[in-house]
């Protein structure tokens, strides 16, 4: 038998207040889900550890009630990373495609202790979240169908411990996560024996706006240059210059930042050495106990993708637990979480891997291949195209979890994050980025549709959506009953659409595109998303958690990996 937990616990507790936690806080603060944030740290961090925020990212802290202009601030907005080869000669500058396909620029760079600043200062917004420093989690004491209890010590050895009930955990503390080691959740793949020397100084004088990373194989650097004279170098270092965890002496420091600029102690804000890891969980979800960013997986820097992986996490499992809380979705539609995330996640950690390699490498050799082959490339347009949009980063579709494939037109954006056009809407046709005029839920867009075509898709039994006519062509959007009518702004709705027309686009919360279909296709769309209703019974094939037994209190003891 169970029990309900008073209505004074949270619904959600987030163990970890750094990017990760703050985004989830944010994400389930803006939809009213009682969270509880807990921070082992007195405050958020010192340490400027994740130093690139990407377009995906910032949409989704654009999605969090606007969280995005609180941000801006902070950032550079980037024109993405230049690479140079031997002897310093420019090989690519890759800066994406250039035209702000999500509605905000391709890569930024920031300070992490400011980012993690604006984030705690802003959850002011949401007072369904209460945030708590200096506080861990010390066990998670038994799981039951309906709830899981936690125990939490403020303070010390000797702080108060209190006990608590709440629907789900959100495991979002760090690579020596106390989560994943609660749930006795390994971590598979490797650490690399390479030591890197990190040093954040001021006063500089780069005023770049993009990241350089410089592929000497005699020395690999990168330089990221921030706001107010805040600039990261990162240099590989030589075999007894300095072991990874030992703080590097300020003359090693001096002598490689030399060529770039003369140093004083003062005008180091950090160094540290540190060598790198590859490493994906086992499972991502343990009952109701999730985890996200390091705690999942950690990764080289070389792609920039660790903080933003971990902002795809949030995106992508904060508005599921939220429609289950609020009884529009049922236990299946969780398990997805994994499905989605771990073969995004497992590729990036794979591309970081090659990156470091390829870029990175000390082999002058490989290092002579390397220049002769993108040099080669940037001749032939394909290739240009390749390298300068990189496209080699892995491909983010979701191809099995709460999506529907489909063989129509438009099967190509069906798990895609949907495009963020400009659009023209309400009376007085005002630009606006498309995300704003969707709102928070489900979007099921109408390509020059007709109220016929409407009707056949409301008798579907698609997710409860906001209604919107997309009209083409240049013609004056129109709100009608129910419905709200955007236009094309800049060229690119018109080109996103013009294929699809007669069609919907049915586009999830976290704004990946969940279906396309015709008029005539919304049973079939309803029917396989209704596997994830929340008065769904278990359908084979389907995934499915049960609910777990009770358990004991686990107290497990795991080798730590740096966080």
Known sequence: MTHPPPATWPDVLIVGAGPTGLTAAHLLGSRGVRVLLVERNATTSDDAKAISLDDESLRTLQSADGLDEAVYPILV??????????????????????????????????????????????????????????????????????????????????????????????????????????????????????????????????????????????????????????????????????????????TLVRQLLRPYREITAAQVERAVAYSFHALLADRLRDGRCFLLGDAAHMMPPFAGQGLNSGVRDAANLCWKVAEVMAGRAGDALLDTYDTERRPHARAVIDLSVRLGRIVMTTSRPRALLRDVLVRTAMRIPPGRRY???????????????????????????????????????GPHHRPTRLDSVLGQGWSLLGIDVTDADWAAAARGGLPESAAVDVFLDDHAPRDRAGRTGIADADGRLDALFTRLTGCFVLVRPDRLVAAVFTPDQAAYVGGKLGHFSADSPTVPGMPSTPAPEPVPEIQHESPGVPR
């Open 77 to 250: 907005p980037g024109t993405g990373t230049r690479y140079f080869g031997i002897g310093g000669r420019t090989l690519l500058h890759a800066r994406g495609t250039g035209d702000q396909r999500f509605g905000h620029p391709f890569k930024n760079p920031f300070a992490q202790p400011d980012l993690e600043r604006v984030l705690r200062e802003q959850l002011r917004r949401h007072p369904s979240v209460d945030v708590r420093f200096d506080t861990r989690l010390t066990a998670l004491l038994t799981q039951h169908p309906d709830r899981v209890r936690a125990s939490l010590r403020t303070g010390g050895q000797d702080g108060p411990v209190e006990e608590l009930d709440v629907r789900y955990v959100l495991g979002c503390d760090g690579g020596r996560s106390t989560v994943r080691d609660l749930l006795s959740i390994p971590m598979q793949g490797r650490s690399f024996p390479d030591v890197w020397l990190v040093v954040d100084t001021l006063q500089d004088t780069h005023d770049q706006r993009y990241g350089m990373h410089h592929g000497d194989p005699e020395r690999p650097v990168v330089i990221v240059a921030g706001r107010e004279g805040r600039c990261r170098y990162e240099f590989r270092l030589k075999p007894g210059e300095c072991e990874a965890g030992a703080p590097p002496p300020f």
């Open 387 to 425: 390298l300068t949009e990189m496209r080699y980063r892995p491909d983010a579709r979701v191809r099995a979890g709460a999506v529907v494939p489909s063989d129509c037109r438009g099967r190509e954006l069906v798990g895609a994050m949907l495009p963020q056009p400009r659009v023209l809407h």
